[in-house]
């Protein structure tokens, strides 16, 4: 059953059907029959890096003037949705360089930045990260103390980054640093472009993580790390609007959570109908599988809500409106009910669903990670709760 994505498809261009249907090809015939390898070794085989580079899939929602595919935010999140339904793992490979690695340079670069980072990032020649999360702040991102100081012809960078997703493999960082501290995010942050190759600059080891196993993140350490006066993003025009861009990145980052949430809430769903099927084929009575009919039936009500909201909140950035706030609300809801989804899965899938790397079991630890990753679900709640005080009082 659809759950409203057959409805959906209507919605989207018949070169856009064909694209997905190649996608829905590849995941079946390469990654699938991979998903557990890789989340044992923790590394996706290059080969079929390369065939996700042949496939444009670096460069989903990058404009075709720059060399990628120019999807719309829906469209983008439909194919999320297809491939998060494997190894979670593949999507972030390809979905943080396409998405807030680069969409800061997309959004907010100049001209020249467009035609040096965009075309690298959508062959998949190149990977970009993005690089806000610090120690000391994770949520509270007008808080973060990476310094950046203009000397010459260069700005001199010292901070330390953690949790950078991606930061093996990036050849480029999207990075937010404190140009004036007096100012804070109100014209006091800038966001640079750093090259892996800046003097100064070191990716630290990966971190030992409870999920996204074959994701890797990073801690990234500037001490005195150089980079040259035109590697604002936006040029020296937007010094200090670092902090807009970065919220801006977000806002689409988090619709993609959710559409990684809802990928593998179905995927699960799908696990949890086939196991009923299984016992009802083996003879069991229906009457003796109430309790997994229930939990079915409640996973399918939550996942047809998530999949509703994320599409519409993606029809509407698509149609250019602000959805600050919908994207928060979207996250929070698609993130918990896939949690809630795998939760109940595990409880259907009894000691089945516990062995180590059992299907349940790895969805059940990556999909509490969407729920950290691009903004706590607390954070959401700020945004969203200070939105509805701000609104009342513009209404008042
Ligand atoms: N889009 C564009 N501009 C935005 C924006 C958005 N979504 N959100 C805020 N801004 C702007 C504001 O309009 C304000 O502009 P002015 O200075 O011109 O008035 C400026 O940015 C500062 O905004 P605000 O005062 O709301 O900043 P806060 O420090 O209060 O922000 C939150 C608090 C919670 C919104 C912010 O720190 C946040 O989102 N943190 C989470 C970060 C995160 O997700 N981290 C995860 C790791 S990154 S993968």
Redesign the pocket.
């Known amino acids: 059953m659809g759950l409203g994505r057959d409805e959906m498809d209507k919605s989207v261009s018949e070169d856009f059907l064909r694209l997905k249907q190649q996608v829905v090809q590849f995941i079946e015939q390469d990654l699938e029959p991979v998903h557990l390898q890789v989340e044992e070794s923790a590394e996706i085989p290059e080969h079929l890096v390369d065939k996700m580079r042949r496939l444009g899939l670096f460069g989903l929602s990058i404009p075709r003037d720059y060399g990628g595919l120019g999807l719309t935010t829906l469209e983008e999140i439909l194919i999320y949705e297809e491939i998060t339904k494997t190894n979670a793992c593949f999507r972030s490979r390809i979905g943080t360089s396409n998405g807030?690695g680069s969409m800061g340079i997309l959004y907010d670069g100049t001209e020249e930045q467009k035609r040096r980072y965009l075309p690298r990032v959508a062959s998949g020649e190149w990977t970009a990260a993005?690089a806000?999360?610090e120690p000391d702040a994770?949520?509270?991102?007008?808080n973060i103390s990476t310094q950046a100081v203009l000397d010459g012809d260069s700005w001199v960078l010292n901070g330390t980054k953690q949790f950078i997703t991606n930061a093996d493999t990036a050849q480029f960082f999207t990075t937010i640093a404190v140009t004036d501290e007096t100012k804070?995010?109100?014209?006091g942050v800038t966001a640079f472009i750093v090259e892996r190759d800046a003097p100064g600059f070191v990716v630290g080891p990966a971190d030992v993580k409870m999920g996204l196993k074959g994701s890797h993140t990073h801690e990234l350490v500037f001490k005195d790390c150089r980079v040259p006066a035109e590697n604002v993003i936006g040029g020296m025009a937007r010094v200090g609007q670092g902090?807009?861009t970065a919220?801006?990145v977000?806002?689409k980052?988090r619709l993609s959570m959710g559409a990684c949430a809802v990928g593998a809430a179905q995927k699960v769903l799908d696990l949890c109908v086939e196991r009923v099927q299984r016992e009802l084929a083996s003879g069991m009575a229906k009457a003796d599988l109430q309790a997994e009919m229930f939990a079915l039936a409640d996973m399918a009500t939550q996942l047809y809500a998530a999949r509703q909201m994320l599409y519409s909140t993606a029809i509407k950035k698509d149609e250019g409106r602000n959805v600050?706030q919908e994207a928060s609300m979207t996250k929070i809801f698609c993130t918990e009910m896939a949690s809630r989804i795998a939760g109940l899965a595990m409880d259907s899938f009894g000691e089945e669903g516990i062995l180590t790397r059992s299907r349940i079991e790895i969805f059940l630890r990556d999909v509490r990670l969407y729920r950290i990753?691009?903004?706590?679900s607390e954070?959401q709640r700020?945004?969203v709760s200070?939105n509805l005080l701000k609104n009342s009082r513009s209404r008042a």
């Open positions: 807030i993005f806000l999360t994770g949520s509270d991102a007008a804070g995010a109100s014209g902090f807009k919220m801006r977000l806002d980052g600050t990753y691009e903004g706590t954070i700020i945004i200070r």
